[in-house]
Antibody, heavy 128, light 107 residues
Framework: QVQLVQSGAEVRQPGASVKVSCKAS????????INWVRQATGQGLEWMGW????????VYAQKLQDRVTFTRDTSISTAYMELRSLRPEDTAIYYC?????????????????????WGQGTLVTVSS | DIQMTQSPSTLSASVGDRVTITCRAS??????LAWYQQKAGKAPKLLIY???TLDSGVPSRFTGSGSETDFTLTISSLQPDDYATYYC?????????FGQGTKLDIK
């Protein structure tokens, strides 16, 4: 059974950093992309970025690219999302999601990922 | 960035109703569109990809159609388990973007 299991809820003060983990099981970790998506309370879904776990390539959403970093540890099939200089508006549930593609490769503008499955989500609260 | 506009934002319907949700892209995205269902307190769940391909295990009452800029998700006969929020997502180009969501509730 393919599964993504994320780390637990975090509380941080403004200006701090947070690192969320996403452990994959049931599939070959390096064979599928990982995307990160966040959702503020009562709001819609916001894509944060994409990572190729095989080579570590990343694409970040422009509004976050100065503050976010995706990494991975292939030995334990785990992806990480670190967000720095946290602000109250970063309070949200953070999801990782496995990226599927039909094309088998990326163009210069997309890797053609739809997302399945998703992790269970990690609530990050930023408050003083 | 490609803007995805869903309509309606909320929809009230009864069990057995036929329901249609639309999603419009601000530019041509070919068939690179997915639909997700999200229930309260849960992660989104994939329903449809490449605009019309039903994911494994998704009931056949769900149908996706469309291409280029205009897409629809149809539920042929609404069931109690279908009350949720639905999102479209384009993956034609980075940054991937989602529609704002359509909340489907009980009439």
């Amino acid at each position: 059974q393919v599964q993504l299991v994320q780390s637990g809820a975090e509380v941080r003060q403004p200006g701090a950093s947070v690192k969320v983990s996403c452990k994959a099981s049931g599939h070959t970790f390096t064979s599928y992309d990982i995307n990160w998506v966040r959702q503020a309370t009562g709001q819609g879904l916001e894509w944060m970025g994409w990572m190729n776990p095989k080579n570590g390539d990343t694409v970040y959403a422009q509004k976050l690219q100065d503050r976010v970093t995706f990494t991975r540890d292939t030995s334990i099939s785990t992806a990480y999302m670190e967000l720095r200089s946290l602000r109250p508006e970063d309070t949200a549930i953070y999801y990782c999601a496995r990226g599927w593609t039909m094309t088998g490769s990326c163009s210069s503008t997309s890797c053609y990922n739809w997302f399945d499955p998703w992790g269970q989500g990690t609530l990050v609260t930023v408050s003083s | 960035d490609i803007q995805m506009t869903q309509s309606p934002s909320t929809l009230s319907a009864s069990v057995g109703d036929r329901v249609t949700i639309t999603c419009r892209a601000s530019q041509n995205i070919n068939i690179w569109l997915a639909w997700y269902q999200q229930k309260a307190g849960k992660a989104p769940k994939l329903l449809i990809y490449t605009a019309s391909t039903l994911d494994s295990g998704v009931p056949s009452r769900f149908t996706g159609s469309g291409s280029e800029t205009d897409f629809t998700l149809t539920i042929s006969s609404l069931q109690p388990d279908d009350y949720a929020t639905y999102y479209c997502q384009q993956y034609n180009s980075f940054p991937y973007t989602f529609g704002q969501g359509t909340k489907l509730d009980i009439k």
